[in-house]
């Protein structure tokens, strides 16, 4: 889907880096099932730091390397799209966060694959 403009939803879902569904990073998973619905884009972003529900903090830093970062994906459609998806993300999301806000898309255009 390419041309997204206007008022848009924004879901933001917070899991571990090491989080599995079915021996597959959990992040993936979200990023293939949302290709497979069509929505407009989805990206996985790695923090460096963080921590949730557990407690436990979580670094990148040198000296307490841990396996287990924070990983963020965000996916971006009209608000009708992203609520359609939830379910699968209420099935796939059994420890983390998922947040909602709502957005303004003002340029959604895909790359010309044959130029770089």
């Known amino acids: 889907m390419t041309g997204l403009t206007g008022p848009a939803l924004r879901v933001t879902v917070y899991v571990g880096e090491d989080d599995l569904w079915h021996h597959r990073p959990l992040y993936s998973e979200i990023v293939h099932r949302a290709h497979a619905a069509g929505l407009a884009g989805a990206s996985v972003f790695r923090g460096v730091e963080g921590f949730g529900a557990s407690s436990l903090v979580h670094t990148a830093r040198l000296l307490s390397l841990s396996d287990d ?13 992203v609520r359609a998806f939830l379910p699968q993300l209420d099935e796939l999301v059994t420890g983390g966060m998922v947040v909602l806000d709502a957005c303004e898309v003002v340029r959604h255009v895909g790359r010309d694959r044959g130029k770089k």
């Open 69 to 81: 970062l924070p990983v963020a994906v965000v996916i971006v459609d009209a608000e009708e799209r």
